[in-house]
């Protein structure tokens, strides 16, 4: 028996939009200690990366381990049925070869159930090994969306360049070149607003626009979003999700010329 | 995605 409560349904909502833009399906990988979640874009270019901790959950029951393959735009379908305050039960027998999400509105006076068949899907598990990054960088995740956003209009691959006094966002293209600059803040009362950057040494490295715009579909789950650079080694996306876990995008930089 | 790599090349099959 599998069964994942979360009171608010726009947590589990938050984290769909931030992973379906990228993948079409995917593995949850269900166990005692949480929910996991690894899987490939299809160009195999970036990865997603989320882990929902058991703790984190309102009730959280995992009899034992389970794969359980879903269809993301199906699942958003069922997900869009619940409210924003509605609380969220995902159900499953042991060997099921279905999925049941249930939502309660809060004075309880509506209950709906939702079943979804399950996918058998043949991913590919990556190891990722642990890397001491020589640029991280901790910025609001609103900030970092608008820079993606805005640069991403003059051209395909964004430059990110990283010193100790801070990160500079280059793009050029067709109609010209833009640079977003921003400084490193010692703004310790509004941590929320800083801008900090812990450097070994520093790194210029180039990646495709398009898939920073997908990995920001994650901003509604954090205020803030860390990026971890070294020198020819993917980039690390990570959003923290408060109390529950957090979701990392892996994105292979571009080969130098 | 041009003159992208990919994940393949940096990360091992687990």
Not at chain 1, 116 to 141: A, W, Y
Not at chain 1, 172 to 194: H, I, M, P, Y
Request: glycine content about 4%.
């Amino acid at each position: 028996m599998f069964e994942a409560r979360l009171t608010s349904a726009a947590t589990l909502k938050k984290v769909l939009e931030a992973v379906k833009e990228l993948l079409n399906e995917a593995s949850f990988d269900c166990s005692d200690s949480g929910i996991q979640l690894q899987a490939m874009d299809n160009s195999h270019v970036s990865l997603v990366s989320l882990t929902l901790r058991s703790d984190g959950f309102d009730k959280y029951r995992c009899d034992r381990s389970l794969t359980m393959g879903m269809n993301l735009a199906s699942m958003s379908k069922i997900l869009k049925c619940a409210n924003n305050d509605d609380t969220v039960t995902i159900k499953a027998q042991d060997d099921a070869d279905t999925v049941t999400f249930v939502f309660e509105s809060k004075k309880q006076e509506k209950i709906s159930d939702y079943e979804m068949k399950l996918m058998n899907l043949d991913q590919e598990h990556l190891g990722i090994p642990e890397t001491d990054f020589s640029c991280v960088i901790r910025m609001p995740s609103v900030e970092f969306a608008r820079i993606v956003r805005d640069l991403a209009q003059f051209g395909e691959t964004v430059l990110i360049c990283c010193t100790k006094e801070g990160v500079k966002f280059s793009v050029s293209g067709d109609v010209g070149s833009a640079n977003v600059k921003l400084a490193q803040t010692n703004n310790f009362d509004k941590e929320e607003e800083s801008v900090s950057i812990e450097m070994q040494e520093p790194v210029s490295l180039s990646f495709a626009c398009q898939y920073l715009i997908s990995f920001t579909k994650a901003t509604p789950l954090s205020p803030r979003v860390q990026l971890s650079m070294s020198s020819n080694v993917p980039l690390v996306v990570e959003y923290e999700i408060a109390e529950l876990g957090y979701i990392r995008y892996y994105l292979a930089p571009k080969i130098e010329d | 995605v041009g003159n992208q790599t990919t994940l393949m090349k940096f990360f091992t099959k687990a």
